[in-house]
């Protein structure tokens, strides 16, 4: 599996948007692209996942480069509940394909 | 959707018992799935992959006859920590795939710690 790269750490102020950049330059044409975050002390949370269309649901938008290196996951209106470390996989959709977990972005909302 | 819960959710025992963590998918069924160990500030890591009705697959470094795995039913999986000593004191966290292309549910967590 390709492996990601993202800031250790990043501020967002309460009501903006936060922007969470991730790089996968190495991601094979059928990887997907898998958001995933951690609130202190609790089990992960899936958020979104896509392929090479940008994505939107009720939590994210994830907007994924055409060339499919790099992509951004988007939180419209941060709130302080969005406060956990961020982690951005790239994996194919195969069933016992790992997910191979990096040290994610800890992302801190501001009031 | 997609809800997978643990039990329990935290235990403490003494050195040398051995501890049971029930992992169940609760509104879908899962083929596959995943045990992770996440140590205080480092990423999770995966244990091993559990298979409905069949052995377990476990990463290199990780004991098969310490940490027994039991996929049972499409929506039950086990993890059994046997003997268990300080070292294992760790967040037990499982996973099941059930979502569109491969997505992954995980549960709660189990707060293990070892006396």
């Known amino acids: 599996d390709a492996k990601t790269t993202q800031p250790p750490s990043m501020d967002c102020a309460e009501g903006r948007a936060a922007n969470l950049p991730c790089n996968h330059s190495t991601i094979s044409g059928n990887e997907y692209v898998y958001w995933y975050r951690q609130i202190h002390s609790q089990g992960p949370q899936y958020i979104i996942h896509?392929?090479?269309?940008?994505e939107t649901n009720e939590m994210a938008s994830l907007i994924i480069t055409e060339d499919r290196k790099s992509s951004t996951l988007i939180l419209p209106h941060a709130t302080l509940r969005d406060t956990a470390v961020y982690y951005c996989?790239?994996?194919?959709?195969?069933?016992?394909?790992?997910?191979?977990w990096g040290l994610g972005t800890s992302l801190a909302v501001n009031p | 959707g997609a809800v997978v819960s643990q039990h329990p959710s935290w235990v403490i025992c003494k050195s040398g018992t051995s501890v049971k963590i029930e992992c169940r998918s609760l509104d879908f069924q899962a083929t596959t799935m995943f045990w992770y160990r996440q140590f205080p500030k480092q990423s999770l890591m995966l244990m091993a992959t559990?298979?409905?009705?069949?052995?377990?697959?476990?990463e290199q470094g990780v004991e098969k006859d310490k940490f027994l795995i039991n996929h049972a039913s499409l929506t039950l999986s086990t993890l059994t920590v046997t003997s268990a000593h300080p070292e294992d004191s760790s967040f037990y966290i499982c996973s099941a795939r059930g979502g569109r292309q491969g997505a992954q549910y995980f549960g709660p967590g189990t707060r293990l710690l070892v006396l």
């Open positions: 996989i790239v994996a194919n959709a195969g069933n016992n394909r790992k997910l191979i």
């Open positions: 559990s298979n409905e009705g069949s052995k377990a697959t476990y």
């Open positions: 896509g392929l090479k269309n940008n």
